[in-house]
């Protein structure tokens, strides 16, 4: 139910870095602001990053009772961010991880493809992302000839959600005019996203009318949602839920496990098994974000660059 609200994330991704950068990096390529892009970039994803593929290793060895050699290569490929160079998907060792590997290279990627789209016309953008499309699922038919778990190896690769990055550059072309309407349709294009699969139980991988339909709608969602009037109480929310955002996806799973744990001892329904998993991931996010993620990113932006710029 979850596989597409992360591909939004995707296509936020580009959307809020050409926000951010597009000024920047339409011209030329500037070696300062390039170190200063790598710094924010660096101290935004690896301390946290490295903490979770820490404590991930350090519970391979307490459960299984031994120190795997393999598995600390993971451990060096995923704490270090380079797993994004090797299959990702196969060297990480920490569930979720593989999207972050294809975010790194993005971002190595981006200063280029900003010089690109900066000055390319909305329609040239619009038919390179629909270009990408077929290559998108020549990669994921490609990936479904093999078993488990190689399939998923093959499928977890930039090229399957180059698409999305280039959604959120065309997103971004557009200069927001605000619609109160627009609220609520997002809210119910959202609906349909987290829900598609619970309404129809069909394998996304391997049904391309699926897979298509819920691109489009993703796209729609973030297109709606960038053109939509946000109420301030609500922003305030929204907001504290996009600073927790990286903390929850990096610490979910250690959640999941204690909840389950609990839930299954207690024979909680799954309603209110699901809704502590909710609550308790956004408390244990905040105090990550707040006492653990944000002193690290300041620590690693001194270390850098000397600054203390925050993004």
């Excluded at 300062?32 to 290793?57: E, K, S």
């Excluded at 390319?120 to 990408?132: D, E, F, P, Q, Y």
């Excluded at 999305?164 to 927001?176: C, E, H, N, S």
Aim: charged letters at 10%; aromatic letters at 16%; one cysteine or more.
């Amino acid at each position: 139910m979850g596989t597409f609200s992360v591909y939004i994330f995707f296509i936020l991704s580009s959307l809020t870095m050409a926000h951010c950068y597009g000024k920047a990096f339409k011209s030329t390529i500037d070696l300062t602001v390039i170190q200063g892009f790598l710094v924010n970039r660096i101290a935004r994803i690896l301390p946290l990053l490295f903490l979770t593929a820490l404590a991930m290793q350090v519970l391979r060895v307490i459960s299984s009772g031994t120190f795997d050699g393999s598995d600390f290569a993971r451990f060096l490929l995923t704490a270090s961010g380079l797993f994004s160079l090797h299959a990702a998907a196969l060297s990480s060792n920490t569930v979720g991880a593989w999207s972050l590997a294809i975010e790194i290279l993005f971002y190595v990627m981006f200063p280029i493809l900003m010089l690109f789209v900066g000055n390319a016309r909305k329609i040239t953008i619009l038919v390179c992302s629909l270009a990408l499309i077929p290559i998108q699922h020549a990669g994921i038919a490609l990936s479904e000839n093999f078993a488990e778990p190689v399939s998923w190896y093959l499928y977890a690769n930039p090229l399957v959600f180059a698409p999305f990055f280039a959604f959120g550059f065309l997103i971004q072309k557009d200069a927001p005019t605000l619609r109160r309407d627009n609220l609520p349709l997002g809210i119910v294009l959202v609906g349909v996203v987290g829900l598609f699969s619970f309404i129809f139980p069909v394998d996304i991988m391997k049904s391309t009318s699926a897979y298509l339909f819920l691109t489009a709608v993703s796209f729609a969602v973030v297109y709606v949602m960038y053109h939509a009037h946000v109420p301030k109480a609500l922003r305030r929310v929204s907001g504290f839920l996009g600073e927790i955002s990286y903390s929850v996806y990096l610490v979910h799973w250690f959640v999941f496990q204690g909840v389950t744990i609990i839930g299954t001892k207690f024979a909680l329904p799954l309603g209110v098994t699901f809704a502590c998993f909710f609550v308790v991931s956004c408390v244990v996010a905040y105090f990550t974000y707040r006492w653990i993620e944000m002193p690290l990113q300041r620590w690693v932006r001194r270390a850098l660059s000397g600054k203390e710029k925050q993004e």
